[in-house]
């Protein structure tokens, strides 16, 4: 620019914000208008030098890969799967587009693309075909995930298997704890879930994921699964779940929709960030081995100072209503998916996150390899 250039432009950024002023909104200026305005302004506009320019390191691509600070690995993802018992069954879930419920063997052939991916775990969810007030789907040695678990470790050793720990599932009022008179039941539910762990450990499970928020379910699966041999089994703590909108397309697709009011009793308020500290610090004196957050766009905050508090791995949960978001934007056009997945991933693992759970796992992995 030339300095009478320079000159018009710096009166022309002062004739649209004139206009913006008297509420004219921004207003297409003439060569005459400029040209009266200009004569009118008497306004100086310096010149700034900055003494430090930032977009040195932005002006190639080599150097802003030099300089990143958070990358995306394939075995940092865990990706879920929906089980249903039966053979040949692979049901899409209308609000999750590309994820299904599926039965065992269809369910191998993806954990066979999830191992090709580089992905290194997987995460299991049971839709029993009966529930009842006791979740004895949970824990029966011939549950779904149980069942499952045997079959992947079987046929894929190295892929870890994290089991999900809980009853709402497999009970038939939908919560995630033994229920009397309305009520969710603290310490009768301990013993159950414990049992849960237990049983999945002993099918084989590399990860024992409780997400039902009672009080004292860490330490008790974590004595229950010292007392029957798996002292080496760690648990991967839901500890700061919080009772969240974006669990919505999730129970459509576990088909664990509470049948009567709803979990605000035992998951967390999302006004709350001390108390998810304190669940986290509470989760980590009973034994856990990884502490989650979830879900994790909302709750970024809680990932970063969960990341000061604890040297601990943190997983959050990139849960379904953030999957279901991007591909219902995705799907209209509105946005680029494979931009703003990788973004929001990026932003979760920044703010302090070593483990994502995230329907999006497979699509990261192969973008990943690209
Ligand atoms: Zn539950």
């Not at 929906?82 to 069954?89: A, H, N, P, R």
Request: proline share 5%; net charge negative; with cysteine.
């Amino acid at each position: 620019m030339t300095a009478a250039e320079s000159d018009i432009f710096s009166v022309y950024t002062y004739k649209i914000r004139d206009s913006y002023e008297k509420g004219q909104g921004m207003k297409e200026t003439t060569t005459k208008e400029r040209a009266q305005v200009q004569k009118a302004s008497e306004f100086q506009i310096p010149r700034v030098t900055p003494d430090m320019r930032m977009r040195r390191l932005r002006s190639k691509a080599p150097l802003r890969s030099m300089v990143r600070e958070t990358h995306l690995r394939p075995e940092q993802f865990i990706y879920p799967f929906f089980l249903v018992e039966g053979q040949g069954i692979k049901t899409p879930i209308s609000s999750m587009p590309g994820i299904h419920q599926q039965s065992i063997d269809e369910m191998l052939r993806e954990a066979e693309e999830v191992v090709k991916l580089g992905l290194g775990s997987v995460l299991l969810f049971g839709i029993p075909k009966d529930k009842d007030s006791q979740a004895t789907g949970a824990w029966h040695e011939e549950g779904i995930v149980q069942k499952a678990t045997r079959e992947l470790k079987k046929n894929f050793p190295d892929l870890l298997v994290v089991a999900d720990t809980c009853l709402c599932e497999y009970m038939d009022h939908g919560h995630c704890g033994i229920v009397h008179n309305g009520n969710i039941l603290n310490d009768p539910s301990l013993e159950i879930i414990a049992r849960t762990a237990v049983s999945q450990a002993a099918a084989g499970a590399d990860i024992i994921a409780p997400s039902d928020m009672m009080d004292g379910r860490i330490a008790a699966i974590r004595q229950a699964l010292d007392a029957n041999g798996f002292e080496n089994i760690p648990i991967m703590a839901y500890s700061a779940k919080y009772a969240s909108g974006l669990y919505g397309p999730f129970r459509e697709a576990a088909e664990s929709t509470p049948q009567f009011g709803d979990r605000s009793s035992y998951q967390m308020d999302p006004a709350n960030g001390r108390e998810a500290l304190r669940e986290i610090e509470l989760d980590i004196a009973e034994g856990a081995d990884i502490v989650m957050v979830k879900p994790a766009l909302p709750y970024l905050d809680i990932i970063s100072q969960a990341r000061q508090m604890t040297k601990l791995p943190i997983a959050a949960y990139n849960v379904s209503g953030e999957y279901s978001m991007v591909k219902a934007a995705a799907a209209n056009g509105w946005i680029d998916e494979k931009r703003v997945v990788l973004e929001l991933l990026t932003g979760i693992t920044r703010a302090g996150a070593d483990i994502i759970i995230t329907y999006h796992a497979k699509d990261v992995a192969s973008w990943l390899k690209n």
